[in-house]
């Protein structure tokens, strides 16, 4: 009985622990499904936030092929975007018939990409561009001078009629850690290339190193058909809360063949005769630099902090000639932006520090120019035979033998303008000799956004900004034989820009192009011919505020979102009155207002890999055109000018010259890829 008694124990203990086990493998059962949905649901959860935070950041980037091997990965897509444009008194605000365009155009981008581990990765995206009917169109090869014996007779450039793919981006990214066993927690990596790179918003430093023609209307993203070559190295000091980046690009290199160096740029230099060779070194270059701090005020929000700075040497501009200019410029600035799950905004602020050096310099050169029988000839164009001060245009200087040793081995001095050559009957004009000089850089700017989601689906935003402004520091226009000596440039230079907005966007005056902004216009005591009204452009001279909204909705089983936005816009330094009566610039300020721009942009999601997009817009000229209107930007508006009546009139008004008429445009299309 005992026995028994034991085994029944033993029976009982063996049902307990059983028992006991299949509890705990139920219990165990339950809670690896319950922790499996859970993590579904946190999956799902965090798949939304992402597609989300896509549809606000404008990502929907496809893959047409993925291949992975070992660490290996290759990834292929392609993107299509074909449009039209049609724009009206975009130019200058014209009523003529002929201030009008309209064109399509199509553009592909196609990607590679490649990674080994985490350790390499690269990118190449290849572009092709084309408006519809127009092969030489886009891609055309740089301009250069002609000349005819001595004289230059003009430039010319050529197009290449065929279409091809161009590299737009190309680069290697290389993680430091793996590459030289560096063990740390922090990530720093090394890029080398053609890629995009940017300070703050892109005012200061922007992306736009080779920006294709063309008119209002299109994005940032496709105006850029090529990104500067540059180094990057860039990391963490403290993982997903401080990062840096040190960056260096040259923009043009002019030391990279025997032949640059040796060409005579310098021909025209006051004092260069005897030497007007480049020499060695001339390199166009920038550096720039920044933090990116990422802070969670209270855990609700990320605020990013980013301060940073740029500097960008350039030992040849072109004022009136090639290379008769250098440049220093340095542009602190510091950034800040936040947003949570209904409130966003930002503000940056940024100055120039620095200067342009203008070299001394002959203004004379040899001209193609016709006698009054018909006959080709060559003439000076700062050499004349009776003295300026006396007479008006008085006749240039043919290039004989004998005016060629005079002219060639005469004294170079600001000081000898408008005075005879040593008792040979030939004078030097008025202009001739411009004196060195230097122009302060003192410019800044500061814009600010904020934007408040009433729900996923519907935002207020407001804008407002300023950049300073000044007149051309090496056009004078009172005096011709005056230049600012040490004087100071107050407009903002910012470098590769094409910023046209954040939460409120622009689609006439700040962006990739802009509407037509001119400064002063000469006095009728210039006599150069070739000196016009400086036109300003990017974003400088500038103050403007706006508000906008963004509403998501579906109608018709699609996706669609608006865009309206309202903006305004003044100088922020005036500038002189133009009379077109008079056809000369009167001694008073325009009135600072530029004008109101309304516009709208509309996307709409067709299908998973097709969008359709439309952006229209009117800007309405203020009281600022008005006080200039007529003032001409080139040669042939100034004949046009010429051409009218004593009341600035004609009768048909079918020439185009700066008005005050309503511009408008209408820009559409699809976006395809995958």
Same mark, same amino acid.
């Given at each position: 009985?005992?026995?028994?008694?034991?085994?029944?124990?033993?029976?009982?203990?063996?049902?307990?622990?059983?028992?006991?086990?299949?509890?705990?493998?139920? =219990?165990?059962?339950?809670?690896?499904?319950?922790?499996? #949905?859970?993590?579904?649901?946190?999956?799902?959860?965090?798949?939304?936030?992402? #597609?989300?935070?896509?549809?606000?950041?404008?990502?929907?980037?496809?893959?047409?092929?993925?291949?992975?091997?070992?660490?290996?990965?290759?990834?292929?897509?392609?993107?299509?975007?074909?449009?039209?444009?049609?724009?009206?008194? =975009?130019?200058?605000?014209?009523?003529?018939?002929?201030?009008?365009?309209?064109?399509?155009?199509?553009?592909?981008?196609?990607?590679?990409?490649?990674?080994?581990?985490?350790?390499?990765?690269?990118?190449?995206?290849?572009?092709?561009?084309?408006?519809?009917?127009?092969?030489?169109?886009?891609?055309?090869?740089?301009?250069?001078?002609?000349?005819?014996?001595?004289?230059?007779?003009?430039?010319?450039?050529?197009?290449?009629?065929?279409?091809?793919?161009?590299?737009?981006?190309?680069?290697?990214?290389?993680?430091?850690?793996?590459?030289?066993?560096?063990?740390?927690?922090?990530?720093?990596? =090394?890029?080398?290339?053609?890629?995009?790179?940017?300070?703050?918003?892109?005012?200061?430093?922007?992306?736009?190193?080779?920006?294709?023609?063309?008119?209002?209307?299109?994005?940032?993203?496709?105006?850029?058909?090529?990104?500067?070559?540059?180094?990057?190295?860039?990391?963490?000091?403290?993982?997903?809360?401080?990062?840096?980046?040190?960056?260096?690009?040259?923009?043009?290199?002019?030391?990279?063949?025997?032949?640059?160096?040796?060409?005579?740029?310098?021909?025209?230099?006051?004092?260069?005769?005897?030497?007007?060779?480049?020499?060695?070194?001339?390199?166009?270059?920038?550096?720039?630099?920044?933090?990116?701090?990422?802070?969670?005020?209270?855990?609700?929000?990320?605020?990013?902090?980013?301060?940073?700075? *740029?500097?960008?040497?350039?030992?040849?501009?072109?004022?009136?000639?090639?290379?008769?200019?250098?440049?220093?410029?340095?542009?602190?600035?510091?950034?800040?932006?936040?947003?949570?799950?209904?409130?966003?905004?930002?503000?940056?602020?940024?100055? /120039?520090?620095?200067?342009?050096?203008?070299?001394?310099?002959?203004?004379?050169?040899?001209?193609?120019?016709?006698?009054?029988?018909?006959?080709?000839?060559?003439?000076? !164009?700062?050499?004349?035979?009776?003295?300026?001060?006396?007479?008006? /245009?008085?006749?240039?200087?043919?290039? !004989?033998?004998?005016?060629?040793?005079?002219?060639?081995?005469?004294?170079?001095?600001?000081?000898?303008?408008?005075?005879?050559?040593?008792?040979?009957?030939?004078?030097?004009?008025?202009?001739?000799?411009?004196?060195?000089?230097?122009?302060?850089?003192?410019?800044?700017?500061?814009?600010?956004?904020?934007?408040?989601?009433?729900?996923?689906?519907?935002?207020?935003?407001?804008?407002?900004?300023?950049?300073?402004?000044?007149?051309?520091?090496?056009?004078?226009?009172?005096?011709?034989?005056?230049?600012?000596?040490?004087?100071?440039?107050?407009?903002?230079?910012?470098?590769?820009?094409?910023? /046209?907005?954040?939460?409120?966007?622009?689609?006439?005056?700040?962006?990739?192009?802009?509407?037509?902004?001119?400064?002063?216009?000469?006095?009728?005591?210039?006599?150069?011919?070739?000196?016009?009204?400086?036109?300003?452009?990017?974003?400088?001279?500038?103050?403007?505020?706006?508000?906008?909204?963004?509403?998501?909705?579906?109608?018709?089983?699609?996706?669609?979102?608006?865009?309206?936005?309202?903006?305004?816009?003044?100088?922020?330094?005036?500038?002189?009155?133009?009379?077109?009566?008079?056809?000369?610039?009167?001694?008073?300020?325009?009135?600072?207002?530029?004008?109101?721009?309304?516009?709208?942009?509309?996307?709409?999601?067709?299908?998973?890999? *097709?969008?359709?997009?439309?952006?229209?817009?009117?800007?309405?000229?203020?009281?600022?055109?008005?006080?200039?209107?007529?003032?001409?930007? /080139?040669?042939?508006?100034?004949?046009?000018?010429?051409? =009218?009546?004593?009341?600035? #009139?004609?009768?048909?008004?079918?020439?185009?010259?700066?008005?005050?008429?309503?511009?408008?445009?209408?820009?559409?299309?699809?976006?395809?890829?995958?």
């Amino acid at each position: 009985m005992k026995i028994n008694n034991f085994f029944l124990a033993q029976l009982i203990i063996l049902f307990g622990l059983n028992s006991s086990f299949l509890f705990s493998e139920k =219990l165990y059962e339950k809670k690896k499904d319950n922790l499996e #949905e859970k993590i579904d649901l946190e999956k799902s959860e965090l798949e939304k936030r992402i #597609e989300e935070l896509e549809k606000k950041l404008g990502s929907d980037e496809r893959t047409i092929l993925e291949l992975e091997k070992d660490s290996y990965k290759f990834k292929l897509s392609f993107k299509n975007r074909a449009e039209a444009f049609y724009g009206r008194s =975009l130019e200058l605000f014209s009523r003529s018939t002929l201030d009008q365009v309209l064109y399509w155009q199509s553009t592909w981008d196609l990607k590679f990409s490649t990674s080994v581990g985490k350790c390499l990765r690269s990118d190449i995206v290849l572009r092709n561009k084309a408006r519809w009917g127009n092969i030489n169109s886009i891609n055309h090869v740089t301009e250069n001078e002609v000349k005819l014996k001595d004289a230059v007779t003009g430039k010319h450039k050529h197009a290449l009629g065929k279409l091809f793919f161009w590299m737009r981006e190309g680069w290697v990214e290389l993680l430091l850690n793996d590459a030289f066993n560096i063990q740390a927690q922090n990530r720093h990596y =090394l890029k080398v290339g053609a890629f995009p790179f940017k300070l703050g918003r892109g005012i200061s430093l922007g992306e736009a190193y080779a920006v294709s023609a063309g008119l209002l209307g299109f994005y940032s993203n496709n105006v850029i058909d090529q990104y500067a070559f540059g180094i990057l190295y860039h990391g963490d000091f403290v993982k997903d809360k401080l990062s840096y980046d040190i960056y260096g690009a040259i923009l043009e290199n002019q030391s990279d063949s025997f032949n640059n160096v040796n060409d005579k740029v310098y021909a025209m230099e006051i004092g260069r005769r005897d030497n007007p060779e480049r020499g060695f070194g001339h390199i166009n270059f920038l550096f720039a630099s920044k933090l990116d701090w990422i802070l969670h005020p209270c855990d609700v929000g990320n605020l990013t902090v980013e301060p940073y700075i *740029l500097f960008n040497l350039n030992p040849e501009q072109k004022i009136d000639f090639p290379s008769d200019a250098s440049s220093k410029l340095a542009t602190p600035g510091l950034y800040v932006d936040y947003e949570n799950d209904k409130f966003e905004f930002g503000v940056e602020y940024a100055m /120039n520090i620095g200067h342009q050096s203008v070299r001394a310099w002959d203004r004379n050169k040899v001209l193609l120019d016709r006698a009054s029988d018909g006959t080709a000839i060559f003439d000076y !164009s700062h050499v004349v035979t009776k003295d300026p001060n006396v007479v008006t /245009n008085p006749p240039k200087a043919l290039e !004989s033998s004998k005016n060629k040793d005079i002219v060639n081995n005469s004294p170079q001095n600001p000081n000898d303008n408008g005075k005879q050559i040593d008792s040979t009957g030939l004078y030097n004009s008025i202009t001739r000799f411009r004196k060195a000089y230097i122009n302060k850089y003192a410019g800044f700017m500061i814009v600010a956004d904020a934007a408040y989601w009433f729900n996923d689906d519907f935002k207020v935003a407001a804008t407002i900004g300023m950049a300073s402004g000044d007149e051309d520091p090496n056009q004078d226009v009172d005096d011709p034989n005056d230049s600012d000596v040490d004087g100071v440039y107050s407009g903002f230079i910012g470098l590769q820009e094409i910023y /046209n907005g954040k939460r409120v966007q622009s689609v006439f005056v700040i962006g990739p192009n802009r509407i037509p902004r001119p400064l002063s216009f000469p006095s009728n005591e210039v006599p150069d011919e070739d000196l016009f009204a400086s036109n300003a452009s990017g974003f400088t001279n500038l103050v403007y505020g706006g508000v906008g909204l963004e509403w998501t909705t579906c109608g018709c089983k699609k996706e669609f979102t608006l865009r309206p936005n309202l903006l305004a816009y003044w100088q922020e330094s005036p500038t002189k009155k133009f009379s077109i009566a008079q056809k000369m610039t009167i001694n008073q300020f325009a009135n600072k207002y530029l004008g109101t721009e309304l516009n709208l942009f509309l996307d709409v999601k067709l299908l998973k890999n *097709l969008k359709g997009f439309f952006v229209g817009g009117m800007f309405v000229p203020g009281q600022h055109y008005k006080d200039v209107r007529g003032k001409p930007l /080139n040669a042939d508006q100034r004949e046009i000018l010429d051409d =009218l009546d004593s009341t600035g #009139e004609n009768n048909d008004n079918s020439d185009p010259i700066l008005g005050t008429n309503t511009a408008w445009s209408l820009n559409w299309g699809f976006e395809y890829q995958f």
